[in-house]
């Protein structure tokens, strides 16, 4: 028995030693494209060219001036409106999927589990599956480049179309014990009061996991943005970055890694924030990154 | 979706105890049952608007030959000509198709199999666990960022740093990105390389293994790997299984990264035109809308069909710890 086990029986600590270099090893390799990123935005044309090391010989942070104002109109407003584009649907989701986890999750009403599955269903659907009837629906509404180009994004976040999000909150509430929504009543509350005074303020977790998914998501989009938005001012930055690969010149490298590591800064600032919490959120629900 | 079924089977844990309902309480309940409806208007009218109304258009559509510029009411129903188009009379559609099979057939178990393996060297509790979980994850975060892709396709140009990584060992590279036979599998590395959420995902569910199993595998003279394929992969088989589905239905939909490396083409040569850039191409490039339609709705009859299939077989292999093993 001891002869079939012998590596249990060495100390722990070579062991773990061991562990530690592989993963060492690993988050080297993981990490290396991210910050060969940043030290690519710093460096000069013909360093990007010739110096592929991961730090700059001269520091060059011309690039992010030159990055900023590509494109007539300018990296501010592409990143202006892909702050209002992602804040205006953290808003929308949050409000919508509430109210509908709500009805879904606690309230008694004729059809609902029929409603429930229906929710579970579109769960499956691919987006690319209906966008082409979206965008004829939004364009024949004359929301396709109108004079403000967002609608079609930002609509279907109003009415709680995210279904990932309806289902993260439903499976929360069913944790919100019965015993409050039933004191709730027997003091008189009305279904609305149950919602503002026990289910709203206990959803904060819920809310906020939602928050941040659905801002890096909306963040990070590509395919909606891409269909819907045409006119260049009314760009949001994954559109925008797009205009560096068809410009094709060699020389936008530099403003190009610049503008790209500028994109990712929002969502990394979140990660650091909520870093505990984005991983417990996707432990508990099976959110993707 | 997978999303109720696999770990949530295991670990019920929702409502609690039965519900205290009141009798006699019919005019309660008809004020929530009103409530309800309330409650859920938004929802259903994105659901009848944005969702249902939407896939009826968009199946009336893939009998038609629509494109964007005429009007709807002088659509032309050509019955079942852009089916037949897409499987008889188009050989980059098969093409395409055969491009996200290949994708996903490689990259989906490299990426599990490289997130469970990170997944057991993490699974220890040490101080900086945390720390190397949440780098791990960073990657699936920025995801399917434009930026990122931007990134990847540079960092494997022809004088890329995965080249000049490359002469370190005197090897000399290759154009990665712009050589067909190379460019899918430059996809795969960067979907690979995002292993982290599916990683965070089978941690845990290797915390839910009790500890006993193993000390019982031991005593009965296992050795590590008998113990990783005796009680670890039996008692992960929900989680592997979550994540494979999840995974699968994710690498089908890939389009950034393909739509960057190309710029939009699904080039070169063809060798990225995943299914989704194909689709975009048809329906927003060549504004054959009609045709994108039937594409988008054998699109979604497939990935029912492969989640059918994994649910069919995932009763011959996925073993939950709730008593009976079906």
Known sequence: MTALAPARRRPGGSRQAVRLLVLVVIVAVVLYPLVW????????????????GLLPE?????????????????????????????LLTVVGNALSCLLAAYALGRLRFRLRKVWFTVMIGTLLLPGHVLIVPQYILFRSLGLVGGD?????????????TEAFFVFLMVQFMRGI???LDEAAKID?????GVFRHVILPLSRPALVTTAIFSFIWTWNDFFRQLVFLSNLDGYTVPVALTLFIDSTSQSAVGPMFAMSVLSLLPVFLFFLAFQRMLVEGINTSGLKG | MALTTAPGRTARTGPTGPRRTRRGAGRARLGEGLA?????????IGLMGVTAIPMLLSLWLSFTDYDILTPLSEVRWVGLANYERMFTGDPSYWHAVRVTLTFALVAVPLKLAAALGVALLLNRTWRGVGLFR??????????????LAIVWVNMFNRDGAFNSFLALFGIEGLPWVSDPD?????????????????????????????????EAAAVDGAGAWRRFRAVTLPMLSPVIFFNLVLETIHGFQGFTAAFVLSNGTGGPVDSTLMYTLKLYISGFTDLEMGYASAMAWVFLLAIALITAVFFGTGRFWVHYSDGDDR
């Open chain 2, 182 to 214: 190379w460019a899918l599998e430059t996809l795969m590395v960067l979907a690979i390389w995002q292993f982290g959420a599916p990683m965070v995902i089978f941690l845990a569910g290797l915390k839910q293994i009790p500890t006993e199993l193993y």
């Open chain 1, 188 to 192: 008189g509350a009305s279904p609305y």
């Open chain 1, 58 to 86: 001269r520091f060059t942070p011309g690039n992010y001036a030159d990055g900023w104002t590509n494109f007539d109109v300018g990296f501010g407003r592409f990143f202006l409106n892909s702050a209002m584009v992602s």
């Open chain 2, 134 to 147: 949440g780098l791990f994850y960073l990657p699936s975060l920025l995801g399917g960022s434009v930026a």
């Open chain 1, 37 to 52: 990123m940043v030290g690519t935005s710093v460096k000069s044309q013909a360093e990007i060219v010739n110096n592929i």
């Open chain 2, 36 to 44: 309800g409806y309330v409650f859920l208007s938004p929802w259903l």
């Open chain 1, 148 to 160: 403000w180009p967002y609608l079609p994004l930002l609509i279907p976040h109003f009415l709680a």
């Open chain 1, 177 to 179: 014990p019965r015993e």
